[in-house]
Structures are given as C-alpha cells and as structure tokens.
C-alpha cells in the first residue's frame, strides 16, 4: 500500500508538471518563433487578457467541483458590465417619486457584483429547490440575462464611463495591471477557501459523494446555492473589468466566455463528474488558453484556425489527463 | 458439465475466494448455498464474465473457458439473473430481450413484427401473458425476473444463474418461478439457484454446494438434507460467539417510536413502514431483522430525517419529541446513521481518511472560519488509533482501503460526534470475517459506554451474537420483539416470512 501510494503521488506530480511543462514548451516555441512574445509588455499584456478568464474560470471551477456546471456566467457578464455602466453613467431615475439617485463608481461596482450574485443565487435556487439540471437551469440563464442585457441597453452600447472608471481596467499598480491584481486577489481567496475553510471542504465532499455528503448533516442545498452566487459574483466582476478597459459596456460581452472558462478548468485538471481538482490547475489551464491565444495571434494565425487548434488543445489535455488516471 | 477449478479472488487485499471447487450439471438445479459475504456472488460473477481476473479455470464441456467481459460468457452459454434487475424501464419487454441482439431486415431496420413474435414465443413459453410490447416499468418485479429469464433462453443460454430470485415477489410469482425452474432442467439446461430461503432449496434443487468464508465447505445431492443439516454447514464454526452484553440500563428509555408509518415515493409496497412503535434504552443493542424489503432501512432513514414530510409518527429522544427536516437535525439531537452501502452513502472514496472521518465535525475544528489542520489531525489519529484502522497514512484515499477498514471509518466518523443513538444498517456487509468480529467487540464496547445501539442485519448469526433484543420486520410490520435468552432462528426466522406466506402453507 505504502508503495502503491508514492506511485500514485509521483504520477500527480508528473501530471501536474506536466501541464506546467507543456507551458514552458509553449513559451519557448513562441519566444523562438516571434519577436515580440518574450517581452515584458506582451507578457503582461497576456496576464491582462486572462484576468478576467480567471476570475471567472476560479468561480466555475468551484461549481464543477460540486459535479455541476455553468453555462450562464457570460451573460451574467454582460448583464452586470451593462448594470454598473448604466448606473455609473445615467443613475437611477424613479419618476413616480420624482427624485433621482447618482452613484459614484464604488456604488455602481457594488450594484454590477451584487446583481452577478443575485442571478448567480436564482441558479442554485432553480437547481437546489426546483430541481432542475445545473446544464439546463444555467442554460436557460444564458439566454435570460442576455435578454435582459439587451432591454437594458435596448441594443446599444453604454459608453463613455470616465477616467476613473477606466483604472479598473486599465490603470497599473507598482507595474502591474490592475486587472491582474484583482484576478491574484480572486485567486488567492479562492485559494484560501477551497483549502482551509468548510465551504471549500463541503464543495469536495458534495462533488465527491453527494449523498454522503448529505447524511453526514451537510446542507446541499446550502452549499450548492452559495457556489452558483460565488460563480455569478465573479462573473459580474469579469463585466466590471471588461466595461471599464473598452470604455464601454457592449450588449453581445462576454458570448461564448463560458467556452473558455470551461476550457481552462478542465485543462487545469478538474473533473467533470466533480470532487476532484484544484484552483491552481484552473490558474494554469487558464494562462495555457491565454499563451496560446496571443502566440497564434502573433504567429498571424487566421482567427478561424485559431478556434480550430483551441479545440483539439482541449481535446488533447482531456486525453492526456484521461490516460494518466486510468489504472 | 461446467467445472470451476480452484478458483481464488482477492479483492484490495481481502481474500474474497479461496480455491472454490464448483460443479453445475446440465439437466441439474444447483443450488448455491452460504451465509451474506460467503462469496456466493463474487464466484457468480467470476462464473459469468463480470470479473475478468481471477485464478483458477473454468472448464465447460471439456473446454476451458476465459471471459473478459460478461458478453462472451453469453456468448459461451453462460447467462446470469442479477439480484438488482438489469432491465431499461423506458423499454418494452421486446426491446429489452433484444438489447443488442435486434434483428434487422437488410438495410438495417428493426424487424419489430418478428422480434415481437419471437419475444411473444418466449413469454409463451415461460406462461407470462403479456403483450411485447408492454414497457418494463409498468411491470411487477416478478415479471421483469421473468422477462430476464427470456432474454438469458434467447441467447441459447446452457447455463442460467439467479442470484436470489425470489428474494423481492409474491407467493404465486415463486410458484411460476419454480414451474419455469423445472422446465428449464426438462429442457436440459444447468440452472444455478441462491437463495437463503432454505425451504424453497429443498424444493428446487437437485444438487447444493455450500460457501462459508470464501471456501467450498461440501457439496452433493440435496436428497435427504434438511434445513438444520444445510444451516449446520452454512454456518459452521463461524462467528466467535460474544455472550450478549448484560443490558444494564432497561430503566433509562432513550427513544420511543410512535405508530412510525412511511410510503415510499411511488407508493411501491417495497420499503412501506405501518405503525412502528419500540423503545430504544441507554445501553442496549437492540437488533432488528427482516428480509429483503421489510422497510429495514426505510425505518432507520426516517429515524434520521431523510424522509420529511413523507414519514408520519412520533419520535421522541429522551422524553421530548422531535421532528428532524434534515439528518444534520438528527446529528444534532444525538443520532448517528452508518448506512447500509458505504460507498454510496458513507465515504467520500475519492478523499482521503482524515477528511472523511472529520466531515461530520468540521465546525467543530474550526478556528475563525478556517480549518484547524493540526485539531483534524489529532482526531483523525485517535479513531485510527482506537478503531484499529489499518492504513499507510491519514492521507491515503479512503477508495484504497478494504471494506473493514472503510466500515470503521464510517463508524469514526459518526464516534466523533457523540452520538447518543447509533443507527447500524447491515454493519459488516462485505467485509472479512476478522473485521467482522472487530466490529462485534466494538458495537459491544459501545454499548457498554452507554450508547443506545439499533442494528438492523440481514444475517441472523449477527443479530443473534450482539444483540440484547431482537425486533423482527416484514412488510413494513413490526411482527415480533423476542428478548435474546429465547431468540433463535427458528423464532425469528417464523416472524419474518410474510404472513400471506404462512397462510398459504
């Protein structure tokens, strides 16, 4: 048995490496093949662009570790960008009242989080309470919070936010971008709750054995609820810092941002069927996503190919990572 | 005639099978005697392709035989009726006895006419009038048996295993059964029968092999064996028999049950509960036997909150009256459940023995919202320590251990909540008999400490050996309470066949 097991932690870490490594290979090969890619500005040029994949990726990982998933989390994105713009920018009329409200950038920020978590909240409601498949449940916000994206917006983008809005998404701080200290923030906590803290044990436990989990007194319900509003927090956040570095919040953000997210937890290495998999992992699937997409860009990979190879990118971790566990 | 020659099989390290001889006769009923945990469903499953390795051989009408999956024992002539039906209910009775044998004109679609005359021929032949093309799910649980036997005489099957047949159907379903029994050794085909009914044996079979730990204890013709002659072999030396613990605490009644009643989801008859009522007292290990589907379980589940709402009665824990939304209530009034399948409903398997022992206490190991790593730990260590946990480190996945070492770290991990009131569901199903006994002395400590211990089995020489008090259960009734200086298993065995049964004889 002792053997058994020290095969089995030299096989993790060999996995573990083994993305690691092939990142490393990633990043040789295109500091090899281009010019600019090994370079400070592009490198946290790419650390820019994935921050807001990671915030989100960090929230899906947690739901997928509960063995569920969430297909909802890019229009919860655009829906809270558009919020907290239209908030920032117009405030709150209340006709019937005749007063109007103003609100500074941190009420906005709050109002754009707190509706990412309230939709995120009515997902685990409809999966806990009512029952319905977390696919169909969070599909079936997709297509809600877009469409409330639009009525908001009625179809147009929400523009000029100001200066200091804008230093959300793109200001820097002791050399780094602001957007990457959030996504180190939300990585850290993360981080924090997923292994010292019983919510983060209970995610483990419900995703590993739900029924288990239940007789020993966990309340599923609970738990479940809570990840799905953490996954709609983070999304809200990711539309925060969208709308603030282009300026503007754009009714059709965030399309297809669930992919990706998607795509970095399950290269970083978390199961599907859930209980197994780690924050790091998702760090890591989610930089591998981000290298690639700026190395085929600066390779001058048509766009088109550029989905294709993503596609067989993730194809291939999920096989590698499938031989690996097999016994 | 198929021989299965020292066959052996281990499972993580537990000895499951140990050099079983076995004979099956064409023209034969073979019936398949042993205790829970014999072995009798490990070599069945050996026998019909399910478990690929093993040593030993298999050797049908002078050819030997390997099977990697359960299709090429198929193939082979070897067809097995599982306990658990493998029916799709959305299916109709044709679909499924065609699963993946359709027959199909030339270009591929499904010749439904002659398959539906073709499955009509065999429900025909096995006396179950019924339409093909009825689905399964509208079907009682002895006419899916039937159905299952259809589709093993479809394959040409020369061998039919049931595992248990008639462990879930009525009275007249058995006497079918029988009827289709015999006319499948008419038909010269080996049958293989398990059962525990004993008496249904006696009646069925020709031949019998007994299983006892793993080994082949004797086998022979069935002429002129009687019930106490095959109960003597089964159980043999076995458990180390532990004088029942004086009940010290008669006075002090932990818990009373009121006219506890339950319907399960669909109103099936299984798992139903009518008016329940006993009393639990500090100290006591009272046993409670019943067959497959008394409601057993059902009872011990809304005991612990499981079933809300659908569980009408009373309980009452140390005189008030509780009435538990959810188990994590019942974890607080003091009740503790070890579930009957603990890899479905105990363990995490895929983490590892400190957190699963730790999950049901974790608030109480926190330091300002964080787990304190250092408290789990030493928790951890002392159930390791005084359960005799045997595992390479708290770190191990709790998958890689055996069934005893498992069982313990379910019962660790409700010891460390201080339950009051320790519900046991089939506490040593799967495991060795070494464990078997170490668990044994533990229910018995425990008690002694002053928990009230219910312990539901299915094995009458562990309800006999631990317990003070014996309850007995069927269809969902209480029909006996017996104090252990009369139980035996005559007694218990008398209450716990249905009563439309005894009517009939």
């Given at each position: 048995m002792e053997k058994s097991t020290s095969i089995r932690n030299y096989r993790d870490i060999l996995i573990k490496f083994q993305s690691l490594l092939a990142l490393v290979i990633l990043c040789f090969v295109l500091a090899m093949m281009t010019d600019?890619?090994?370079t400070s500005s592009n490198m946290l040029n790419v650390m820019r662009q994935i921050s807001v994949n990671i915030c989100i990726s960090v929230g899906m990982t947690l739901v997928i570790l509960t063995g569920g998933i969430d297909l909802s989390v890019g229009s919860i994105l655009a829906l809270s960008g558009a919020l907290t713009a239209g908030f920032l920018k117009f405030g709150l009329e209340l006709p019937f009242f005749d007063t109007f409200i103003g609100f500074t950038i941190f009420g906005a920020v709050l109002i754009g989080i707190l509706s990412g978590t309230a939709l995120g909240t009515f997902n685990g409601l409809a999966i806990t309470?009512?029952?319905?498949?977390p696919f169909v449940a969070t599909l079936a916000m997709l297509t809600i919070a877009r469409g409330f994206t639009m009525l908001y917006t009625k179809g147009f983008p929400i523009s000029g936010l100001g200066q200091n809005y804008a230093f959300i998404g793109t200001g820097w701080l002791l050399g780094i971008p602001v957007p990457v200290w959030i996504a180190l923030t939300v990585v850290a906590i993360a981080f924090f709750v997923t292994n010292k803290t019983r919510l983060g044990r209970y995610i483990y436990a419900i995703g590993g054995n739900e029924s288990a989990a239940q007789l020993s007194g966990i309340n599923i319900r609970k738990i479940k609820t809570i990840v799905y509003a953490i996954a709609g927090g983070l999304a809200a956040l990711g539309g925060i810092i969208v709308t603030s570095r282009l300026d503007s919040a754009q009714p059709?953000?965030?399309?297809?941002y669930e992919l990706d997210a998607i795509a970095a937890v399950v290269i970083g290495?978390?199961?599907?069927?859930?209980?197994k998999g780690t924050i790091g992992g998702t760090v890591l699937g989610a930089i591998i996503i981000g290298v690639l997409n700026n190395g085929l860009v600066l390779l001058n990979v048509s766009p088109f190919w550029q989905q294709v190879i993503k596609g067989f990118v993730i194809l291939l971790a999920i096989i590698i990572d499938k031989s690996n566990t097999r016994k | 005639m198929l021989i299965a020659k020292d066959i052996s099989k281990n499972f993580s390290g537990v000895r499951?099978?140990?050099?079983v001889n076995m004979e099956i006769h064409l023209g034969q009923v073979t019936a398949l005697i042993g205790e829970n945990g014999a072995g009798k469903s490990t070599l069945m499953k050996i026998l019909s392709g399910v478990?690929?390795?093993?040593d030993g051989e298999i050797i049908f009408n002078g050819k030997r035989l390997g099977f990697s999956n359960p299709s090429e024992a198929q193939h082979e002539g070897i067809a097995i009726i599982h306990q658990e039906l493998s029916l799709i209910?959305?299916?109709s009775i044709a679909e499924n006895i065609f699963l993946g044998r359709e027959i199909t004109y030339r270009f591929g679609t499904l010749n439904k006419k002659l398959m539906w005359r073709r499955a009509k021929e065999l429900l025909d032949r096995l006396k179950?009038?019924?339409?093909?093309?009825?689905?399964?799910?509208?079907?009682k649980v002895g006419q899916q048996q039937i159905v299952e036997i259809a589709k093993a005489l479809l394959t040409d099957a020369e061998i039919i295993i049931m595992d248990?047949?008639?462990?879930?159907?009525s009275d007249q379903e058995v006497d079918i059964l029988f009827e289709i029994v015999k006319n499948l050794r008419n038909q010269n085909k080996g049958v293989v029968y398990i059962s525990h009914k004993l008496d249904e044996l006696i009646r069925i079979a020709d031949r019998f092999v007994v299983l006892r730990d793993g080994k082949t204890i004797e086998s022979g013709?069935?002429?002129?064996?009687?019930k106490d002659n095959i109960i003597q072999k089964m159980v043999?030396?076995?458990?180390?028999?532990?004088?029942?613990?004086?009940?010290?605490?008669?006075?002090?009644?932990i818990l009373e049950v009121k006219n506890l009643s339950y319907t399960p989801k669909g109103g099936t008859k299984s798992g139903m509960l009518k008016h329940i009522s006993f009393n639990l007292y500090k100290g006591e290990i009272l046993g409670i036997f019943g067959l497959m589907g008394t409601g057993r379980t059902e009872l011990l589940e809304s005991l612990f909150g499981l079933h809300p709402g659908t569980s009408e009665g009373e309980i009452h824990i140390n005189g008030t009256a509780a009435a538990f939304q959810h188990p994590s209530d019942a974890i607080q009034a003091g009740l503790a459940l070890v579930p009957e399948d603990r890899k479905k409903d105990g363990l995490?398997?895929?983490?590892?023995v400190r957190t699963n022992i730790s999950l049901t206490v974790l608030d109480k190991l926190e330091n300002f919202g964080t787990i304190n790593h250092k408290k789990e730990t030493r928790l951890a260590g002392k159930y390791i320590g005084e359960l005799g946990i045997k595992t390479?480190?708290?770190?191990?996945?709790?998958?890689?251990?055996s069934g005893g070492n498992q069982q313990k770290i379910v019962i660790s991990k409700w010891l460390a909540t201080h339950p009051k009131i320790l519900l046991l569901d089939?506490?040593?199903?799967?495991?060795d008999v070494n464990a078997k006994n170490e668990i044994y002395k533990l229910i018995t400590q425990l008690a002694k400490e002053g928990l009230g211990i219910i312990m539901v089995s299915s094995e009458l020489p562990e309800i006999l050996a631990v317990s003070n008090r014996v309850l007995v259960m069927a269809e969902g009734e209480l029909t006996a309470e017996i104090p252990i200086s009369e139980a035996n298993e005559e007694v218990i065995m008398q209450a716990a066949i249905p009563k439309s049964k005894q009517a009939s004889n």
């Open positions: 600019i890619f090994f309470v009512f029952r319905v498949p059709n953000a965030g399309a297809s290495g978390t199961s599907l069927s859930g209980g | 499951a099978l140990e050099s478990y690929p390795d093993y209910p959305q299916l179950l009038d019924l339409d093909p093309n009825t689905p399964v799910y509208t079907l248990e047949p008639t462990s879930a159907i013709l069935i002429k002129g064996m009687n043999g030396r076995n458990i180390q028999l532990l004088t029942p613990p004086e009940v010290s605490g008669q006075e002090e009644k995490v398997l895929g983490l590892d390479s480190s708290q770190k191990q996945l709790v998958m890689n251990l089939e506490p040593t199903r799967g495991i």
